[in-house]
C-alpha cells in the first residue's frame, strides 16, 4: 500500500470544498487544524491512497487555482496504525497477480515525478564536474582503445537526467521544464566537446584504434 498525507494550506472558506473531495476520493483519513501563522487560514489533512491520489490532487489544484495564498505539500507515509481495513479485505481478495500488478505500480504522482526531474535538468557543480570526468574516463578509453572505460566513463556522465526531464518535459507540455532539460544538455555537450578537443590536441592519438575508428 503506497499511501501519501496531503497538506493544504488555504483560506478557511475553502474547507467545505476540501473536505468534499477528500470524501469523494475516497482518503482514509481528513484532519482539519488551525494554522498558528495565518489565522484566516485553515490546514487540512488528507491521508490518501495511490488509486485515488492523482485524481484528489489535480481535483485540489483546480479548487484552489482561482485563489490567493494557498499550498499543498506532499508527504510520503511508510506506514498507518491501525491498518486500513478496507486495503486490507482488498488486498486478501486479491490473487497472486493481481497483487504482483499493484507491486508493480508506480506509487508516485505527477507532481513528485515533475520534483524529481527538475532536480536532475540543473546546470550546477556537480553536473558540470562528472561532464568533466565522464569525457576525461572516455577520452583516455578511446586512447588506450579500452572498451570497458569508455563504458565506464557513460556510468560516470550524468547526462540522463536532463534527458529524462526532456521526456517528462514533452509528456506534460512543460515548456519551462523543456528549456531547463535543453540548456542543461547543452552546457553539457558544450563542456564535453570543448575538453575532447583540448585533449586531441595535446595528446597523441592512434588513428588506428579500434575504439575510435568505431565511431568515426
Known amino acids: 500500500m503506497s499511501l501519501r498525507q496531503i497538506i493544504v494550506s488555504a483560506p478557511k472558506d475553502a474547507l467545505p470544498d ?10 482514509l483519513s481528513t484532519t482539519a487544524t488551525a ?11 488528507i491521508l490518501a491512497t495511490q488509486d ?60 513528485e515525478i515533475y520534483n524529481n ?25 578511446m586512447i588506450a582503445d579500452n572498451v570497458a572505460v569508455v563504458v565506464g566513463a557513460m556510468v560516470i556522465a550524468p547526462l540522463l537526467g536532463p534527458n529524462l526531464a526532456l521526456a517528462v518535459g514533452v509528456a506534460l507540455g512543460d515548456g519551462k521544464l523543456m528549456g531547463r532539460a535543453i540548456t542543461t544538455n547543452a552546457a553539457g555537450i558544450a563542456v564535453a566537446l570543448g575538453l ?10 592512434d588513428a588506428a584504434s579500434k575504439e575510435l575508428m568505431s565511431r568515426t
Open 35 to 45: 494554522d498558528l501563522h495565518n489565522t484566516d487560514h485553515i490546514c487540512v489533512h
Open 117 to 141: 526531474v527538475w532536480k536532475q535538468a540543473q546546470t550546477d557543480r556537480n553536473y558540470l564536474v562528472f561532464v568533466v570526468l565522464s569525457t576525461v574516463v572516455a577520452a583516455f578509453g
Open 52 to 111: 485515488h491520489r492523482q485524481a484528489l490532487l489535480d481535483r485540489l489544484q483546480s479548487l484552489m487555482g482561482g485563489r490567493d495564498d494557498w499550498r499543498i505539500t506532499l508527504l510520503p507515509v511508510e506506514t498507518t496504525i491501525p491498518f486500513p481495513e478496507k486495503e486490507k479485505e482488498e488486498e486478501e481478495k486479491e490473487d497472486d497477480a493481481t497483487k504482483d500488478a499493484r507491486k508493480n505500480r508506480g506509487g508516485q504522482s505527477r507532481e
Open 18 to 27: 476540501i473536505l468534499r473531495q477528500a470524501e469523494e476520493h475516497e482518503a
Open 196 to 205: 575532447s578537443l583540448l585533449i586531441g590536441a595535446v595528446w597523441p592519438v
